[in-house]
Each structure stands twice: as structure tokens, then as C-alpha cells.
């Protein structure tokens, strides 16, 4: 059952550790869950509903693990409603008319169906996709039972006035309560100012969730939630004519839907922008950036590695090496991309001391711009691949996480051989090819760059990191 307080921390207040762990999302990460085995067989193929199907029969244990991703993330919700994305999910498992000879469900009759077949399953929503996940026995009894109950929430949701009002309250206190932390106030800015007007750029407020209404929910869901938006992976204890079977009866009476809006691009910066917000936590909190990478851009696996030697490496990478090592400046200092389907944000952030806040910021400025204009050394590139590789096997060992990767193959469109190809991809990259993504896609002279915490930081950590000649950048006054 999804608890909306818990989803919040994804939501609205991102893993500050760089390296962003949203692996469904096909997130650059330092230690990828891909597995290097050989010729994984993937079986896919469209519904008659219109849904993508993507099957991994793996027999070795009698489970079976869904996920089902609709394009229905948090980029759609309309203009005062940050949020309804968040809670159409969460509240899809919350009641269930009566349909088909079953009888009426409550949330607390849900979870207990659940749970006397042992199953689990949840639902949450990210920027661009709503999740439901299942897993349960593949015993014929367990999955009917468990995947039936998926199936009646699923096309028939209650969306209860009482526990929206409830969930309501709930995130409200958990969004206020977010809004006094500086690792949270860090985060919204520099989204917000990466992306301006753009809805990856948006997140819920109090005002904006408590705008929602129960027709608010009952609208999104029927216009968002339809066989031809989802893509359902099934990894487990079953064969493809059951998968067709059990695919059918999970969505085939879902809702039309409706043609998505078109997003807007995301509008490049011009020029860097500065954001200074005072606050009296003992660290001062440092995020620089800006969207980057797109999920289906080639340049993927060079930023991998790059991002590996520059600050995703951990205690290996350049940013650590010169930060934290030598100068004894931050316990932790990382880097990381978040592709999506439209340019995802690259990002650089750390804690320091109040006061050494100007010499951090400089030193982590002039760490980049090196690495931008210089690339890795070989040795780098060597110690970057070896251990991509190396750990790639350890992220396929479970059938969650095989069901996330090839989740992700099904929702980003990636070639059915992408983990198969993975650890060669990795080991064919150059120096020169991070070289130059990166100069495709990280532009330190026009970053973001928010600190929460001492002001006045901007002024010293500028002038020592700016080429001579240079203009002053574009800065956002303190509110």
C-alpha cells in the first residue's frame, strides 16, 4: 500500500549524494544495476490494448514481478496542481468499486487481500512515469487472487474523498516541514532554476496540493491511465501465454485516455545564474548544474564513465581527490547525471563549513572546467572501466532488480540487447568521446549554482575562478 509521506523524499527532495539512484529512470549512475550475462532473453511485443509488454521468464524461483509504467508522471500536472500526479497514484490502491462480481473494496480490505496471499505491491509517481509495481508467488491460487485485486484498482478506482483529504494533510505537513531543510531548499531552487517554466522545473507546494480535488484525480486517471501509455514488464515464474492472459486482465478495461500534451524543450541557459539563500544550518549546502542529457542520447555511455572519474567514482573520483582530500573541505563531494525523456539535470553537490563555502565552491568550479577542457587520463579511463564492469554482474542477482533495468529498456525505448551490450559499451569508450560529451553537455560558464546557508559566497568564489575578461555572471537576489 503507497504511502504518500514516504514517496515524498523521492519526489520532492532528490538524494543529494550526486550520483542520483533512480535506476527506473535510467539514471548515470556510478554503479549501474545491469548484469553482463549473456544474451538475456527479453521477449516483447504490443497488446491488443495498445500496452508494451516486455517477459523475462526466470524459473528459479516461483515468483513473478510486475511493473507497469504509464506515462502519467508528475510533467502533466496542470498549472496550481503540483501534485496530482503524485497523489492519482497513490491513491489508485485506496478503494475499488465493484466490478465483475467482486465487491467493493476499501483501502484497509486492499492491503489485507494482499496480504494474505503474501503479495506486495505498490504505486508511486517520478517526472515522467507512474509506477505500479506487484510481486506475489506464481501459484495459480496467490496470482489470481493478488493480480486480481490489481486488476480491480486499476480500472476501477475509488479515489475516497476521506482519504484524499488524509493524504492531503499528509504531504502538506511533509512538504512544510521539507521546506525548512537546506538540503530540500537546495534542491527545489536549483530545479526550478535549471528549468524555468519547463514542468520538470515544478514541484508540489502546500497551496498546490491542497488545490487537487477527488475530480481532479478522477480526470487525470482517466485521461493519463490508458493501455496505450504503459509499458508492463513481468520477470518470473510464468510463460508468454500467461503473461498475454494476465496483461489483458490488468489493463485491457483501463480507460481510453486522451492524446498527451506536448512538452515544451528545454531552454538551454544563456548565461549562469547564481542563487544565494541565507539560512542558519551549521553547513552551508552547495548544488551547481544544469539540464544536460537527454535518455536516449548516444553520449550515454561516455558520461558514464566520465562522470565515474569526475565525482561518481567516490573516494577514486577527482572531485573527492581534490576537495575533501587535499584540502579537507566536505566528508563528501559527488557528481551525477538524471537523464529522462527530455534533458535531464547534471549536478555537482556537497556540504562544507560555513566558512569555507567560497573556497569549496572555487575549487569545485575550477575541478570541472579543468575536466571539461582537459578530459580523464588514460588511467583514469582504465580505473573508471574496471570497475563499471566488475560490479555490473552484482546488479542482476534478483529478479526486482532484473525487472527494473528491463522496465527501463521498455519505457525508454533502449534496444532489447542493451544489457547484453552493456560491459563491451563500456569498455569501447574513450578519452576523446568524454571529452567531447562532455563539452556537449556540461558548460561551466553557464551553470547553476544555489547555497543555502552563509551569504556573500558568490562575489569571492566568482572572481577566483573567472578567465580574464570575463563578465560578471547573471546572479538571483536573495528573497
Known sequence: MMKISARLRAFCLPARTGLLACVAAGALIAAVPLSARAALPIQRWIAPSGAKVLLVESRSIPMIDLNIDFDAGSRYDPPGKAGLALLTAGLLDAGAAAAAGRPALSEAQIADRFA?????????AGRDAATVTVRTLSSAAERDAALGTVAQFLQHPTFPDAVLKRETARLSSAI???DTKPEA??????RSAIYGRHPYGVSPTVASVN?????DLLRFYRDMYSPKRAVVTIVG??????????????IDAMPAGVTPPAMPAVAPLRSAVQIDLPHPAEQAHIVTGQASVARSDPDYFPLLVGNYVLGGGGFV???TAEVREKRGLTYG???GFLPQLQEGPFEISLQTRREQAREALTVVRQTLARFVQDGPTDAEMQAAKDNLTNGFPLRLDSNRKLLANVAAIGFYNLPLDYLDTWTSKIEAVTAAQVRDAFARHVQPDRLVTVVVGPSGVFD???AATAPPGSKPAARTPTK
Open 211 to 215: 488545490a487537487v480535488t477527488r475530480d
Open 317 to 319: 573520483s577527482r572531485l
Open 333 to 335: 563531494v559527488s557528481s
Open 116 to 124: 494474505d496471499v503474501g503479495a506486495m505491491e505498490g504505486t508511486s
Open 237 to 250: 515464474d510464468i510463460d508468454r501465454a500467461q503473461a498475454e492472459k494476465l496483461v489483458a486482465t490488468l
Open 460 to 462: 569571492a568564489a566568482s
Open 176 to 178: 512544510a516541514e521539507s
Open 185 to 190: 531548499i537546495a534542491a527545489k531552487a536549483f
